[in-house]
Protein backbone atom coordinates (compact mmCIF):
# COMPACT_ATOMS: atom_id res chain seq x y z
CA UNK A 1 0.00 0.00 0.00
CA UNK A 2 1.63 3.51 -0.73
CA UNK A 3 1.97 6.45 1.46
CA UNK A 4 -0.76 8.21 0.08
CA UNK A 5 -3.08 5.19 0.46
CA UNK A 6 -1.96 4.74 3.86
CA UNK A 7 -2.45 8.33 4.77
CA UNK A 8 -6.12 8.61 3.58
CA UNK A 9 -6.94 5.15 5.05
CA UNK A 10 -5.65 6.56 8.78
CA UNK A 11 -7.37 9.74 8.56
CA UNK A 12 -10.63 7.76 7.96
CA UNK A 13 -10.07 5.19 11.05
CA UNK A 14 -9.34 8.05 13.59
CA UNK A 15 -12.40 9.00 14.21
CA UNK A 16 -13.98 5.57 13.91
CA UNK A 17 -11.92 4.31 16.85
CA UNK A 18 -12.35 7.43 18.74
CA UNK A 19 -16.31 7.07 18.31
CA UNK A 20 -15.87 3.49 19.26
CA UNK A 21 -17.38 2.41 15.89
CA UNK A 22 -15.36 -0.49 15.46
CA UNK A 23 -12.97 -1.94 18.28
CA UNK A 24 -9.41 -2.59 16.87
CA UNK A 25 -7.81 -1.00 13.73
CA UNK A 26 -7.80 -3.43 10.72
CA UNK A 27 -4.89 -1.98 9.11
CA UNK A 28 -2.36 -1.67 12.22
CA UNK A 29 0.15 -3.93 10.84
CA UNK A 30 0.37 -1.80 7.09
CA UNK A 31 3.29 0.01 7.04
CA UNK A 32 3.25 2.96 4.71
CA UNK A 33 5.73 3.31 1.92
CA UNK A 34 8.69 6.37 1.93
CA UNK A 35 8.82 9.56 0.44
CA UNK A 36 12.28 9.16 0.03
CA UNK A 37 13.70 7.43 -3.37
CA UNK A 38 17.68 8.16 -3.69
CA UNK A 39 17.80 6.51 -7.63
CA UNK A 40 15.83 9.36 -8.61
CA UNK A 41 18.15 11.78 -7.20
CA UNK A 42 20.76 13.80 -8.90
CA UNK A 43 23.40 16.52 -7.97
CA UNK A 44 23.87 19.27 -10.63
CA UNK A 45 27.48 20.45 -10.31
CA UNK A 46 28.32 23.66 -11.05
CA UNK A 47 29.95 23.07 -14.47
CA UNK A 48 26.99 20.74 -15.36
CA UNK A 49 24.83 23.82 -14.30
CA UNK A 50 26.67 25.73 -16.50
CA UNK A 51 26.48 24.12 -19.49
CA UNK A 52 22.47 24.12 -18.71
CA UNK A 53 22.35 27.99 -18.41
CA UNK A 54 24.39 28.33 -21.45
CA UNK A 55 21.97 26.71 -23.80
CA UNK A 56 18.55 27.99 -22.00
CA UNK A 57 16.90 29.56 -25.15
CA UNK A 58 15.73 32.51 -23.45
CA UNK A 59 17.05 34.53 -20.44
CA UNK A 60 13.86 33.51 -18.24
CA UNK A 61 14.81 29.76 -18.53
CA UNK A 62 18.45 30.88 -17.65
CA UNK A 63 16.72 32.35 -14.23
CA UNK A 64 14.79 29.33 -13.77
CA UNK A 65 17.48 27.09 -13.90
CA UNK A 66 19.56 29.37 -11.94
CA UNK A 67 17.72 30.33 -8.93
CA UNK A 68 16.50 26.27 -8.70
CA UNK A 69 19.95 25.40 -8.51
CA UNK A 70 21.39 28.28 -6.68
CA UNK A 71 18.49 29.29 -4.23
CA UNK A 72 16.53 26.30 -3.93
CA UNK A 73 13.30 27.83 -5.34
CA UNK A 74 10.59 25.54 -5.90
CA UNK A 75 9.51 25.34 -9.72
CA UNK A 76 7.34 26.93 -10.66
CA UNK A 77 5.34 27.59 -7.72
CA UNK A 78 8.03 30.11 -6.07
CA UNK A 79 9.13 31.56 -9.37
CA UNK A 80 5.74 32.38 -9.75
CA UNK A 81 5.20 36.02 -8.05
CA UNK A 82 9.34 36.54 -7.95
CA UNK A 83 9.51 40.31 -8.87
CA UNK A 84 12.41 42.85 -9.03
CA UNK A 85 11.49 44.30 -6.37
CA UNK A 86 12.35 41.56 -4.40
CA UNK A 87 15.61 41.12 -5.14
CA UNK A 88 18.26 43.53 -2.87
CA UNK A 89 20.82 43.86 -4.55
CA UNK A 90 22.37 46.21 -1.90
CA UNK A 91 22.32 43.45 0.98
CA UNK A 92 22.11 39.99 -1.41
CA UNK A 93 19.27 39.01 -0.27
CA UNK A 94 15.73 37.85 -2.41
CA UNK A 95 12.44 37.53 -0.98
CA UNK A 96 10.74 34.08 -1.90
CA UNK A 97 7.01 33.69 -1.19
CA UNK A 98 6.16 30.59 -0.74
CA UNK A 99 2.46 29.06 -1.82
CA UNK A 100 3.48 25.56 -0.21
CA UNK A 101 4.58 26.84 3.47
CA UNK A 102 2.30 29.42 3.04
CA UNK A 103 -1.07 27.51 5.65
CA UNK A 104 2.33 28.07 8.63
CA UNK A 105 2.66 30.80 10.60
CA UNK A 106 5.54 32.86 9.39
CA UNK A 107 6.51 30.58 6.94
CA UNK A 108 4.74 32.69 3.67
CA UNK A 109 7.79 34.12 3.33
CA UNK A 110 11.45 34.03 3.25
CA UNK A 111 14.78 35.10 2.46
CA UNK A 112 17.52 33.49 0.64
CA UNK A 113 20.98 34.94 -0.21
CA UNK A 114 22.20 35.51 -3.38
CA UNK A 115 24.98 33.43 -4.79
CA UNK A 116 27.94 35.23 -6.94
CA UNK A 117 26.71 32.72 -9.96
CA UNK A 118 23.07 34.05 -9.34
CA UNK A 119 24.64 37.04 -9.02
CA UNK A 120 25.67 37.50 -12.51
CA UNK A 121 22.87 35.56 -13.85
CA UNK A 122 20.05 37.82 -12.77
CA UNK A 123 22.20 41.64 -13.18
CA UNK A 124 22.41 40.47 -17.08
CA UNK A 125 18.34 39.71 -17.24
CA UNK A 126 17.85 42.19 -15.41
CA UNK A 127 19.81 44.49 -17.92
CA UNK A 128 17.73 42.63 -20.39
CA UNK A 129 14.44 43.28 -18.94
CA UNK A 130 11.70 45.78 -20.88
CA UNK A 131 11.44 49.04 -19.24
CA UNK A 132 9.42 48.69 -16.13
CA UNK A 133 8.91 44.88 -16.12
CA UNK A 134 7.77 43.86 -12.76
CA UNK A 135 8.47 39.84 -13.19
CA UNK A 136 11.37 38.02 -13.27
CA UNK A 137 10.05 35.21 -15.34
CA UNK A 138 6.92 36.61 -16.40
CA UNK A 139 5.82 33.73 -18.91
CA UNK A 140 5.79 31.51 -15.91
CA UNK A 141 2.34 32.80 -15.30
CA UNK A 142 0.90 31.45 -17.98
CA UNK A 143 -0.35 27.90 -17.54
CA UNK A 144 -0.12 26.21 -20.54
CA UNK A 145 3.27 25.92 -19.81
CA UNK A 146 4.92 22.31 -19.07
CA UNK A 147 8.51 22.86 -17.38
CA UNK A 148 9.59 19.36 -17.37
CA UNK A 149 9.03 18.91 -21.15
CA UNK A 150 10.93 21.69 -21.64
CA UNK A 151 13.28 21.45 -19.03
CA UNK A 152 14.03 17.80 -20.15
CA UNK A 153 14.55 19.35 -23.66
CA UNK A 154 17.36 21.90 -22.44
CA UNK A 155 19.37 19.19 -20.68
CA UNK A 156 19.05 17.45 -23.77
CA UNK A 157 20.50 19.95 -25.85
CA UNK A 158 23.36 20.16 -23.00
CA UNK A 159 24.88 16.91 -23.63
CA UNK A 160 23.71 15.95 -20.22
CA UNK A 161 21.44 12.83 -18.26
CA UNK A 162 17.92 13.56 -18.26
CA UNK A 163 16.97 12.55 -14.57
CA UNK A 164 13.58 12.53 -12.91
CA UNK A 165 11.91 15.99 -11.04
CA UNK A 166 15.34 17.71 -12.96
CA UNK A 167 14.13 21.22 -10.59
CA UNK A 168 13.38 19.50 -7.38
CA UNK A 169 17.34 17.62 -8.21
CA UNK A 170 18.45 21.51 -8.80
CA UNK A 171 16.97 22.32 -5.53
CA UNK A 172 18.41 19.17 -3.90
CA UNK A 173 21.43 20.71 -5.18
CA UNK A 174 21.59 23.57 -3.40
CA UNK A 175 20.40 22.10 -0.43
CA UNK A 176 23.61 19.48 -0.62
CA UNK A 177 25.71 22.88 -0.91
CA UNK A 178 24.61 24.92 1.55
CA UNK A 179 24.31 22.04 4.14
CA UNK A 180 28.34 21.79 3.64
CA UNK A 181 29.24 25.45 4.11
CA UNK A 182 26.14 26.95 6.34
CA UNK A 183 24.99 25.70 9.47
CA UNK A 184 22.31 23.22 8.99
CA UNK A 185 19.28 25.21 10.28
CA UNK A 186 20.50 28.31 8.99
CA UNK A 187 20.17 26.49 5.59
CA UNK A 188 17.30 24.87 6.15
CA UNK A 189 15.82 28.25 6.57
CA UNK A 190 16.99 29.54 3.35
CA UNK A 191 15.06 26.88 1.87
CA UNK A 192 12.21 26.78 3.25
CA UNK A 193 12.25 23.40 5.22
CA UNK A 194 12.87 21.76 8.53
CA UNK A 195 16.07 20.35 9.00
CA UNK A 196 14.50 16.76 9.51
CA UNK A 197 13.28 17.00 6.03
CA UNK A 198 16.55 18.20 4.57
CA UNK A 199 18.21 15.58 5.49
CA UNK A 200 15.27 12.68 4.91
CA UNK A 201 14.69 14.35 1.33
CA UNK A 202 17.22 17.07 -0.05
CA UNK A 203 20.76 16.32 1.50
CA UNK A 204 22.70 13.96 -1.29
CA UNK A 205 26.10 11.67 -0.89
CA UNK A 206 28.65 13.03 -2.99
CA UNK A 207 31.49 10.60 -4.29
CA UNK A 208 33.76 14.22 -4.90
CA UNK A 209 33.79 14.94 -1.65
CA UNK A 210 35.49 11.78 -0.63
CA UNK A 211 38.06 12.37 -3.41
CA UNK A 212 38.79 16.36 -2.21
CA UNK A 213 38.98 15.05 1.81
CA UNK A 214 41.80 12.60 0.15
CA UNK A 215 43.45 14.65 -1.54
CA UNK A 216 43.24 17.32 1.10
CA UNK A 217 44.80 14.42 3.59
CA UNK A 218 47.75 13.81 1.21
CA UNK A 219 46.30 10.31 -0.40
CA UNK A 220 45.30 10.34 -4.40
CA UNK A 221 42.21 8.82 -5.28
CA UNK A 222 44.47 5.93 -6.73
CA UNK A 223 45.91 5.33 -3.11
CA UNK A 224 42.21 5.60 -1.88
CA UNK A 225 41.24 3.17 -3.64
CA UNK A 226 44.01 0.36 -2.64
CA UNK A 227 42.82 -2.27 0.06
CA UNK A 228 43.06 -0.97 4.03
CA UNK A 229 46.08 -2.55 4.78
CA UNK A 230 48.50 -2.81 7.53
CA UNK A 231 51.94 -0.38 6.60
CA UNK A 232 54.96 -2.27 5.77
CA UNK A 233 58.26 -1.49 7.06
CA UNK A 234 61.66 -2.70 6.34
CA UNK A 235 63.44 -4.23 8.74
CA UNK A 236 67.74 -3.60 8.86
CA UNK A 237 68.07 -7.66 7.11
CA UNK A 238 66.04 -6.20 4.26
CA UNK A 239 63.43 -8.45 5.18
CA UNK A 240 59.64 -6.75 4.63
CA UNK A 241 57.19 -7.47 7.85
CA UNK A 242 53.81 -5.97 8.58
CA UNK A 243 53.40 -3.40 11.36
CA UNK A 244 51.51 -5.84 12.98
CA UNK A 245 53.67 -8.86 12.53
CA UNK A 246 56.45 -6.08 14.36
CA UNK A 247 54.28 -4.71 17.10
CA UNK A 248 53.68 -8.53 18.22
CA UNK A 249 57.47 -9.16 18.25
CA UNK A 250 58.17 -5.92 20.50
CA UNK A 251 55.59 -7.18 22.84
CA UNK A 252 57.68 -10.63 23.55
CA UNK A 253 60.96 -7.90 24.24
CA UNK A 254 59.64 -6.93 27.24
CA UNK A 255 61.31 -3.55 28.01
CA UNK A 256 62.98 -3.17 24.88
CA UNK A 257 59.44 -2.42 23.35
CA UNK A 258 59.63 1.05 25.71
CA UNK A 259 62.75 2.02 24.45
CA UNK A 260 65.65 0.04 25.66
CA UNK A 261 66.79 -2.87 28.14
CA UNK A 262 67.50 -2.38 31.57
CA UNK A 263 70.92 -1.21 31.92
CA UNK A 264 73.05 0.04 34.78
CA UNK A 265 72.42 3.81 33.48
CA UNK A 266 68.64 2.93 33.68
CA UNK A 267 68.74 1.45 37.17
CA UNK A 268 70.84 4.60 38.59
CA UNK A 269 67.47 7.23 37.31
CA UNK A 270 65.95 7.24 41.02
CA UNK A 271 68.30 5.43 43.52
CA UNK A 272 67.03 7.05 46.59
CA UNK A 273 63.27 5.29 44.98
CA UNK A 274 65.03 2.31 44.19
CA UNK A 275 66.61 1.70 47.61
CA UNK A 276 63.14 2.06 49.71
CA UNK A 277 61.43 -0.29 48.11
CA UNK A 278 61.77 -3.82 49.11
CA UNK A 279 60.91 -7.43 47.13
CA UNK A 280 57.95 -9.70 49.03
CA UNK A 281 59.28 -12.36 46.73
CA UNK A 282 61.02 -14.30 49.61
CA UNK A 283 58.65 -13.63 52.48
CA UNK A 284 55.85 -15.88 53.20
CA UNK A 285 52.66 -13.83 53.48
CA UNK A 286 51.34 -14.30 57.33
CA UNK A 287 47.61 -15.24 58.29
CA UNK A 288 47.05 -11.24 58.53
CA UNK A 289 48.33 -10.57 55.62
CA UNK A 290 50.62 -7.40 54.53
CA UNK A 291 48.75 -4.58 55.96
CA UNK A 292 49.77 -3.26 59.44
CA UNK A 293 48.12 -3.54 62.31
CA UNK A 294 45.90 -0.89 63.61
CA UNK A 295 45.99 0.34 67.25
CA UNK A 296 43.15 -0.72 69.49
Same mark, same amino acid.
Request: proline share 8%.
Given at each position: ??????????????????????????????????????????????????????????????????????????????????????????????????????????????????????????????????????????????????????????? *? @?? =????? !?????? /????? +? &???????????????????????????????????????????????????????????????????????????????? *? @?? =????? !?????? /????? +? &?????????????????????
Amino acid at each position: MTRWMTRRSWNLRCPALKWRMIESNPLADIKSGSHSNTERQHYFSQEDIARLIEQCPTREWRCIFAMARYAGVRVPSEVWDLGWADINWETGMILVRSPKTAGYAGKDTRSVPMMPELRDVLRTAFEEAEEGAGYVCPSVRLKSNNFCTQGARII *E @RA =GLKVW !PKPFVN /CRSSC +A &TDMGERFPIKTAAEWLGHSPTIALAHYHQSRADVHALTLIRGGLSPAESALPNTIPERVTESGTIVSRKASLSAADTNGP *E @RR =GGSET !PENKAV /CPPLA +A &TVHSRQNHPMTPRGFEPLLPG
